[in-house]
């Protein structure tokens, strides 16, 4: 593993199904994220964690979750998923001692039907 | 609170010129001040960032960018366009909590 991985690369899902995105990292970054990306909104923050065993809300968390059991997984899961969240996901991670320079997955493709 | 603000969602350019994607930012604390670049079907890499130092950012790929506090202005400038720069740029500002805010992003074409 070199930098930060996800799973799966990406994923078609029924409406009312649970998803959950995968996230590692092995930069041992103290902090995570999570970010949908839709076509003109550039991307929003989800969910984020400073640290491992700490997480907080960004700007659209509503839907989602996510855990920080450990300082490399960074999982986010849709309890019941629906059409509008259909988006790309990325994961990002970054060491927040530092400029705050965040470094980002190669992102999951979800297609809620 | 803090944003970034792209000026034009799509620039195109012929190869060989000037690349100029705009940024403005809107901060109440001195800025950290990133730009990223995506190509297709990939993640988020960065280009360059400002973080108090020279005002002038030298990145990757012959990319730059000037802060400029007097305009509230980060714009990301390339002498000679490739074809291979084209791909979606994206402005970001960092927030307390050591999170980042983002543009909507800029896509750029380069024409042959």
């Known amino acids: 593993i070199a930098g930060i991985t996800q799973a799966p690369t990406s994923q078609i899902l029924a409406a009312g199904r649970r998803m959950t995105l995968r996230c590692t990292q092995d930069?041992?970054?103290?902090?995570m994220y999570w970010y949908r990306q839709d076509l003109g909104l550039g991307l929003r923050l989800i969910h984020y964690?400073?640290?491992?065993?700490?997480?907080g809300k960004g700007e659209v968390p509503d839907g989602y979750s996510v855990s920080r059991a450990n300082t490399d997984d960074f999982p986010l899961t849709l309890a019941s998923a629906v059409p509008s969240q259909t988006s790309v996901y990325f994961c990002?991670?970054?060491?927040?001692?530092?400029?705050?320079?965040?470094?980002f997955g190669p992102g999951t493709r979800l297609t809620v039907l | 609170a803090q944003s970034v603000t792209q000026l034009g969602s799509h620039v195109s350019v012929s190869e060989g010129a000037l690349v100029l994607l705009r940024c403005n930012y809107s901060?109440?604390?001195?800025?950290?001040l990133f730009w990223y670049v995506q190509y297709p079907n990939q993640g988020l890499q960065l280009l360059l960032k400002?973080?108090?130092?020279?005002?002038l950012v030298k990145g990757i790929n012959g990319f730059e960018a000037e802060f400029k506090k007097s305009e509230t202005s980060f714009h990301l400038t390339k002498p000679s366009a490739h074809m291979s720069d084209a791909a979606e740029y994206f402005c970001?500002?960092?927030?307390?909590?050591?999170?980042?805010?983002f543009g909507a992003g800029t896509i750029l074409r380069v024409k042959s």
């Open positions: 964690s400073n640290t491992a065993g700490t997480t």
């Open positions: 990002a991670s970054s060491d927040s001692a530092t400029s705050g320079e965040q470094f």
């Open positions: 901060s109440s604390v001195p800025p950290y």
């Open positions: 930069m041992r970054h103290n902090a």
């Open positions: 970001a500002v960092r927030v307390s909590g050591n999170k980042l805010v």
């Open positions: 400002y973080t108090s130092a020279a005002t």
